[in-house]
């Protein structure tokens, strides 16, 4: 059924596949850039994953203007602001980011810094405030099939001196093109590709019942899904199998493109609360959460998620599920998937298990309902239920 | 290009009855702050000084509101607050304020922008919520709350002490 009104955006343009990372210099001379920044952080540089990039862009006529490479996990707004600098004096015209969250988070930091010309980052903060401003342009090669950000118009930014997490959601922040090379994700160890790959799945359900769903993000989720359920085994099991690899990156960005248009709910709500109150990573926050909020949306808003289940087990279940059971074996089969995931990786399943102490239950709750993504969730959700989903996920 | 006069009477319409749904709901939130005690604890978590505006759109009506130590104060204007919730449309504005669509609804249909801290946004919109719950009708309520909330006040006493200003 049609929303009375949506709005759907999807710019990034997506490379995929072998050599990828050979194209980035022809996308770079199209955008009529020939001097970008290059952004990444010292592990990738260590594991030999940026002298990949480096290798592709130079072999094929572009040379970095500057490259940085002191990018923290938690991109901070000292950081954009030095990076804002680096690019000046180096004089660049672009911005190629390589790696997970974090620094491409950092990377839109930058985009914002130079395209808004502003001082400081703190005066756009909001959600739909900024326009376009200059077009600064911009590359984001992921190497973790997992965050989506890729393809997403949100960033965050911590503001380590006034001790805030400063969010901003803005179409203007979505990257010129995404590229996605195998090579870039074959160095994920085994847990990490579990998490990270059980985040995109939870971008995905999360994706197809929020609230701001429509008929675009819906076919953007399930393609993630049927994917996700497809390979995430393989790439865990066998991290060189470039097949399942390069399926889980096109399934983390299709997962990206469709919340970053329909928006995350409750689990992520949560999530980033148990992130930033007990420090828990936060593919293990959604791997431990979804089927519990998954459970608590069905009871309150019956079945949104019994079509699911054809992605998630394929059409011979599904045919053979009563249509008013559909919903329920959805979610058991995600806990299937999370357990056997448990047995293969050691994937975390329970807040116990993530070393979460219970006398933080109250700040969790707490921060989880000042969250943005409570605002799209399909049911409302009050403190007593997060503390209930928490004791739940406990053990 | 001139609008047609259909169309200025219809716009006239709407910003006329959108400032008549600001001051009660300035007003509701007032008396609300005394008699509901979610509201009291949201607007007491506020800093003293905050400043927050909703506006219907860029040049329409808007509420501006102060977080004073005796709990808030509409102000005539404020230029830069530390939260703005402002409706891209007048119609759009005009959905939420005759209780067609809910806060949660009219931001997943992308109706209003925001500036400034979204978990003080969160603490905004909860107080609206509960606002409206008192302010519309229940059948009302229904359709826009996701969860429509316990009063603890008569909605008839809210209307009154918020027209009497007491």
């Known amino acids: 059924m049609l929303p009375l009104y949506y709005e759907f955006q999807n710019s990034t343009k997506i490379l995929s596949g072998k050599n990828a990372l050979e194209n980035i210099t022809y996308e770079l001379k199209g955008l009529g850039a020939s001097k970008p920044i290059l952004l990444s952080d010292k592990v990738l540089e260590k594991i030999g994953s940026l002298q990949k990039v480096i290798d592709a862009m130079v072999s094929t006529g572009m040379e970095p203007g500057v490259i940085f490479t002191d990018i923290p996990a938690d991109?901070?707004?000292t950081v954009v602001n030095q990076i804002g600098e680096k690019y000046k004096e180096g004089g660049c015209d672009s911005i190629v980011a390589v790696g997970?969250?974090?620094?491409?988070?950092?990377?839109?930091?930058?985009?914002?810094?130079?395209?808004?010309?502003?001082?400081?980052?703190?005066?756009?903060?909001?959600?739909?405030?900024?326009?376009r401003g200059k077009h600064v342009p911009f590359i984001a090669v992921p190497t973790t099939s997992g965050t989506g950000s890729e393809m997403t118009l949100v960033a965050v930014?911590?503001?380590?001196?006034?001790?805030?997490?400063?969010?901003?959601?803005?179409?203007y922040l979505l990257p010129d093109a995404a590229v996605l090379d195998p090579r870039m994700t074959e160095t994920l160890p085994p847990k990490t590709t579990a998490s990270t790959g059980f985040?995109?799945?939870?971008?995905?359900?999360?994706?197809?019942?929020?609230?701001?769903?429509?008929?675009?993000?819906d076919a953007y989720a399930t393609a993630a899904i049927k994917l996700v359920v497809e390979?995430?085994?393989?790439a865990v099991k066998d991290g060189k199998n470039r097949k399942a690899r390069l399926a889980m990156a096109n399934a983390s960005t299709m997962a990206g493109a469709a919340f970053s248009n329909s928006m995350v709910g409750m689990v992520h709500a949560i999530g980033h609360a148990l992130g930033g109150?007990?420090?828990?990573?936060?593919g293990d926050a959604m791997t431990i959460l979804l089927p519990y909020c998954m459970l608590y949306n069905y009871k309150k808003k019956g079945d949104i998620y019994g079509e699911l289940l054809l992605y998630l087990e394929g059409p011979e279940v599904y045919a053979g599920t009563p249509s008013e059971k559909r919903g329920e074996e959805a979610i058991k089969s995600v806990r299937r998937l999370e357990r056997r995931l448990h047995k293969m990786s050691g994937l975390p399943m329970t807040l116990k298990e993530a070393h979460v102490d219970k006398k933080d239950f109250d700040a969790v709750a707490r921060t989880a309902l000042n969250d943005g993504a409570m605002l799209v969730n399909p049911a409302a959700v009050d403190y007593e239920d997060v503390i209930m989903i928490l004791n739940q996920a406990y053990e | 290009m001139q609008v047609s006069s259909k169309q200025r009477w219809m716009a006239g319409g709407k910003i006329l009855f959108e400032k008549v749904i600001l001051f009660f709901l300035y007003r509701g939130m007032k008396v609300l702050y005394k008699y509901d005690t979610r509201i009291h604890q949201e607007i007491s978590g506020w800093p003293i000084g905050r400043t927050l505006v909703l506006a219907a759109c860029e040049k329409g009506p808007k509420l501006c509101i102060r977080r004073v130590s005796w709990g808030i104060v509409r102000v005539s204007d404020i230029e830069d607050?530390?939260?703005?919730?402002?409706?891209?449309?007048?119609?759009?504005?005009?959905?939420?304020?005759?209780?067609?669509?809910?806060?949660?609804?009219?931001y997943s249909q992308h109706r209003f922008m925001v500036k400034g801290d979204i978990a003080a946004v969160m603490s905004a919109v909860r107080c609206i919520d509960l606002t409206e719950a008192y302010l519309f009708p229940k059948i009302m309520t229904k359709r826009i709350l996701r969860k429509v909330p316990k009063k603890q006040i008569s909605s008839i006493l809210v209307y009154c002490h918020a027209i009497l200003g007491v």
Request: proline residues 3%; contains cysteine; aromatic residues 4%.
């Open chain 1, 157 to 171: 930014i911590k503001n380590i001196e006034k001790s805030v997490k400063m969010e901003f959601i803005s179409n």
């Open chain 2, 81 to 106: 607050p530390d939260i703005m919730i402002s409706f891209k449309s007048i119609d759009g504005a005009f959905l939420v304020f005759s209780g067609q669509i809910g806060t949660s609804q009219a």
């Open chain 1, 199 to 217: 985040d995109a799945l939870c971008h995905a359900i999360e994706a197809f019942s929020c609230n701001q769903k429509n008929p675009l993000s």
């Open chain 1, 277 to 282: 109150v007990c420090k828990v990573p936060h």
């Open chain 1, 100 to 131: 997970g969250g974090s620094v491409i988070d950092t990377a839109k930091g930058v985009e914002m810094l130079i395209s808004q010309d502003v001082e400081d980052l703190m005066e756009l903060q909001g959600c739909e405030s900024m326009g």
């Open chain 1, 231 to 234: 390979n995430l085994e393989d």
């Open chain 1, 75 to 77: 991109s901070s707004v």
